[in-house]
C-alpha cells in the first residue's frame, strides 16, 4: 500500500492562502494518479481534485474550481494542493488519495490534515 | 452531476446480526460503485470496488451486489469492528460523488 502523509494544515483567515502537501513512500508514486479528498466536521466526503500521472490532466470539483490548483512533483514525490481565497465552507480534513482506474475509485488514503478558514 | 442516496441514515444492530445498506444513484453508473468504510478519527476504508468486488484483506463477510442505479452492502454477521460509517462512491462520470453515509451502530 505504501504511505501518504498529508501536511501544511492550519487555521486561515477567509480570503487567505494555503498549499497542503502529500508526502507518498512505499510505492511508485508516478506511476498513480492522485486525488483530494476532503471531509468538513461532522459530514461527509466530498471529492476535490484529481491529477493524472504525468500531472497534464486535472479535474476540479465545481466548489473549488478557479480557486485550487493540484500538482504533482513524481521527483519529490509529492501531491500538492493550492488553495486561494478560502472560505469558511472550505474547512474541513483534506485527504490524499491513491487512485485505482479512471475516473478513480480511492484505494489508499492518507490520515488527513485539518484547514480551518475563520476569523 | 450523479447523486448518490444512501438508506437508512442509521442502521441499529447487534453483533451477529446481518446488515444491509442501499445505494441509489440519480442515473445509471453501469457496476462503477464503490463502498467504504470510515470509523471515528480514521480515514475512509475501501471495501469493494465495481459493485461486487472486495478489495484486497477485506473480509469475506462483506459484500457487494447491484448495477446501474440500485447497489447494496451487506455484511452478513455484525463484528464489533464493524460499527462505522459506510459511504458509496460513483465513478461512472466526474465529478466523482460521494453518497451521504450510513452510520452502522449498536
Known amino acids: 500500500e505504501g504511505q501518504l502523509l498529508e501536511s501544511g494544515g492550519g487555521l486561515v483567515q477567509p480570503g487567505e492562502s494555503l498549499r497542503l502537501s502529500c508526502a507518498a513512500s512505499?510505492?511508485?508514486?508516478?506511476?498513480?494518479?492522485m486525488s483530494w479528498v476532503r471531509q468538513a466536521p461532522g459530514k461527509g466526503l466530498e471529492w476535490v481534485s484529481a491529477?493524472?500521472?504525468?500531472?497534464?490532466?486535472?479535474y476540479y470539483a465545481d466548489s473549488v474550481k478557479g480557486r485550487f490548483t493540484i500538482s504533482r512533483d513524481n521527483s519529490e514525490n509529492t501531491l500538492y494542493l493550492h488553495m486561494n481565497s478560502l472560505r469558511a465552507e472550505d474547512t474541513a480534513v483534506y485527504y490524499c488519495?491513491?487512485?485505482?482506474?479512471?475516473?478513480?475509485?480511492?484505494?489508499?488514503w492518507g490520515q488527513g490534515t485539518l484547514v480551518t478558514a475563520s476569523s | 452531476e450523479i447523486v448518490l442516496t444512501q438508506s437508512p441514515a442509521t442502521l441499529s444492530l447487534s453483533p451477529g446480526e446481518r446488515a444491509t445498506l442501499s445505494c441509489r444513484a440519480s442515473?445509471?453508473?453501469?457496476?462503477?460503485l464503490a463502498w467504504y468504510q470510515q470509523k471515528p478519527g480514521q480515514a475512509p476504508r475501501l471495501l469493494i470496488y465495481?459493485?461486487?468486488n472486495r478489495d484486497t484483506g477485506i473480509p469475506a463477510r462483506f459484500s457487494g451486489s447491484g448495477s446501474g442505479t440500485d447497489f447494496t452492502l451487506t455484511i452478513s454477521s455484525l463484528e464489533p469492528e464493524d460499527f462505522a460509517v459506510y459511504y458509496c462512491?460513483?465513478?461512472?462520470?466526474?465529478?466523482?460523488?460521494f453518497g451521504p453515509g450510513t452510520k452502522v451502530d449498536f
Open positions: 491529477i493524472s500521472i504525468s500531472g497534464t490532466t486535472t
Open positions: 462512491q460513483q465513478r461512472s462520470n466526474w465529478p466523482i460523488t
Open positions: 512505499g510505492f511508485t508514486f508516478s506511476s498513480y494518479a
Open positions: 465495481d459493485a461486487s
Open positions: 442515473q445509471s453508473v453501469s457496476s462503477y
Open positions: 488519495a491513491k487512485n485505482q482506474g479512471g475516473p478513480p475509485r480511492f484505494h489508499y
